[in-house]
């Protein structure tokens, strides 16, 4: 059995889960999201939970089996409270404001950085450096923070850059001079 597909997907208070024409739904007080899945993998509502279980054993259903409790439990989470994930501006001169909904970055580039943000993300930007990513959909809110860590990746030998709060960046020392 799956070690994680095994978990049973606690259901919050206000939120509704529902599963028709092999598309999941899940709805609360943050919004609504969807997600087709394969028809091998059943769920059985058991009280406050929900309970994933597989057809047989071949690998790719077992595959699926911890991938789509993985995603349920991603949803629930979602629509009940959320994902952030915050990002921290170092270097001189580098920074980040919000204008409606157009991220500027300005990144030590000839050029400022001009961004969309994407439907269903909230994006939040202050003067010390730090720019929060919010949504309830975990992968549109981390392949943005990560797009936006492209444009200037942290470097290891001052640092300057864009990086995750979590993040550490292993520093190096620079040269020096020899006598």
Do not use: C, W
Not at 62 to 86: A, D, E, I, P, Q
């Amino acid at each position: 059995m799956s070690r994680i597909g095994k978990i049973p997907v606690k259901i919050p208070a206000g939120v509704k889960v529902s599963f028709q024409d092999e598309v999941m739904t899940v709805e609360g007080p943050k919004g609504k999201l969807t997600q087709k899945y394969h028809p091998v993998i059943s769920f059985t509502p058991q009280g406050n939970e929900i309970v994933v279980s597989r057809a047989n054993e071949e690998k790719q259903t077992k595959s699926f089996h911890g991938l789509y409790r993985n995603l349920l439990n991603n949803m629930v989470t979602g629509v009940s409270s959320g994902f952030t994930k915050t990002l921290v501006i170092t270097g001189v001169g580098y920074r980040a404001e919000i204008q409606g909904k157009i991220l500027v970055l300005s990144l030590g580039y000839s050029n400022d950085i001009y961004v969309g943000i994407p439907e269903g993300i909230a994006a939040a930007a202050d003067a010390s450096g730090k720019l929060t990513i919010t949504g309830i959909d975990k992968q549109k809110v981390g392949e943005f923070a990560s797009q936006i860590r492209k444009f200037r990746l942290p470097e290891p030998y001052k640092g300057k850059g864009i990086r995750y709060d979590d993040e550490h960046i292993r520093r190096k020392v620079g040269k020096s001079g020899v006598k």
